[in-house]
């Protein structure tokens, strides 16, 4: 399992995050990021090699 650390835009930006349901929801996909970093949708062309996860309410 890999650490986790935030930037400080990325906490200003979960600060101001109102819903606790969209909240929780970024942090299942980013816990779940942290166990596998290859799960979710591998982007094509000049994103190639990328992996992104949607993230959903």
């Given at each position: 399992?890999?650490?986790?650390?935030?930037s400080k835009t990325a906490e200003r930006?979960?600060?101001k995050i109102k819903e606790?349901?969209?909240?929780?929801?970024y942090k299942t996909a980013i816990g779940k990021i942290a166990?596998?970093?290859?799960i979710g949708i591998q982007k094509t062309g000049d994103l190639?090699?990328?992996y992104g996860v949607d993230v959903y309410k």
């Open positions: 399992m890999y650490e986790i650390r935030y930006y979960f600060k606790k349901k969209f909240l929780t929801a166990e596998n970093p290859y190639r090699g990328i």
